[in-house]
């Protein structure tokens, strides 16, 4: 199959990968249009950074096939890695390196002379807000910088497609929204995307396809607002306060939702899905709280989130208490950004309680 024929920058069909008796990816089908961003949305260990090394020659698949830029992972490897830069978990950076000579020697291994191997260093080390930190050692750079740095060691060779395997993983929150601004500016100029993310927020503010995989199987796939179209109807959604009370909250409002409340036993809050039902439900939900008086704050009817899509979907949480759970992920994960929409789209006025 040509470039011209796929019209997609990546194409990927029946994808399987194992280690040993753990079947990282289970035949996934991907297929990413020139210029777009393509956000891979998973949990930790659902097969993200597998097809990312298959898909940048860094690995190789056991069946299925895959295309970037019309050219064969497996058969044109050294075409694609042509075409291609990939930053993320497998940081490029030589820590005793400044900055500077890190970009200079990956420009050498696209053979660039010494002076536009500089040339393309000062630029990008400008273009990522590196410039006063040019000639200091990447082992001294911030978390933030050392990021901003493996980024612009991706784009040296100026690729058609860009890989970014979860770009913003552990970075706090400013930085997070400082790389947003830079991968949205990448895509402004048409580089084609594909992002892995555990972040809901961070796919649906970048992403223009979102697909979901866990366990190695793309579950869905679609824009968010189709994903979200798919629970159907609104959340009602509150916190307890007493967190002794959660599972008498869970029983009041059970009989109301469409399928299971859930129930976050650290922050308290609990949501479930009300289809249509809207102010009914809210009304039942107030009745049946007070039943049982428990005393909730911010119940509230609310559009869906992509969090309640993933629940919808696999019966857990994408941000749950799995490995690498840590703080950073829990603060970043952008409740921030969605209680802002939230707010835009709340049907109901808040009921005191
Ligand atoms: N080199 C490897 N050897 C053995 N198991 C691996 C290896 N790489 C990944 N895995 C396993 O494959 C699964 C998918 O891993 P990975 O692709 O890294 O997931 P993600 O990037 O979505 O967190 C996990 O169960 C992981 O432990
Ligand atoms: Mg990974």
Redesign the pocket.
């Known amino acids: 199959m040509t470039e011209s024929s796929t019209g997609s920058a990546i194409l990927v069909e029946g994808l399987t990968k194992s280690?040993?008796d753990?079947h990282?990816l289970r035949g996934i089908d991907l297929a990413v249009p020139r210029g777009t961003v393509l956000g891979v949305l998973?949990p930790?260990?659902?097969?993200?950074?597998?097809?990312v090394r298959i898909l940048t020659t860094l690995l190789l698949p056991d069946s299925g096939r895959a295309l970037v830029e019309g050219r064969d992972v497996v058969r044109e490897a050294a075409a694609v890695r042509r075409l291609i830069g990939l930053s993320g978990q497998s940081a490029a950076i030589q820590e005793e390196l400044t900055g500077r000579e890190n970009l200079e020697i990956i420009g050498r291994l696209y053979h660039l002379s010494w002076r536009a191997a500089r040339v393309r260093a000062i630029e990008l080390l400008e273009q990522f807000d590196l410039a006063d930190a040019t000639n200091r050692a990447a082992k001294n750079y911030s978390g933030g910088m050392q990021r901003r740095l493996d980024l612009a060691a991706s784009l040296v060779g100026d690729p058609k497609v860009l890989f970014l395997d979860e770009p913003t993983t552990g970075l706090d929150p400013r930085s997070r929204l400082g790389m947003w601004d830079i991968i949205r500016s990448l895509v402004a100029r048409g580089t084609t995307l594909l992002l892995?993310t555990q972040y809901l927020d961070e796919a649906d503010e970048l992403a223009d396809e979102i697909v979901v995989i866990d366990h190695g199987l793309v579950i869905a796939a679609g824009t968010a607002e189709e994903l979200k179209g798919r629970v159907g109807g609104d959340v009602l959604e509150f916190t307890v306060p007493d967190r002794s009370r959660l599972s008498d909250a869970v029983a009041a409002v059970a009989p109301i939702g469409e399928g299971e409340p859930h129930a976050d036993k650290e922050t308290g809050v609990v949501s479930v899905g009300v289809g249509g039902r809207g102010s009914d439900a809210l009304i039942d939900a107030v009745r049946g709280l007070d039943a049982v008086a428990v005393r909730t704050h911010g119940l509230a009817l609310r559009r869906p989130s992509l969090d309640d899509v993933f629940l919808a979907l696999t019966g857990h949480a994408a941000e749950g208490d799995e490995e690498g759970a840590g703080s950073d992920r829990r603060r970043g994960r952008g409740r921030g950004r969605d209680r802002r929409v939230d707010d835009a789209d709340t049907v109901t006025t808040r009921v005191a309680s």
């Open positions: 280690f040993g753990v990282a998973g930790n260990g659902a097969g993200k950074t597998t097809a892995t």
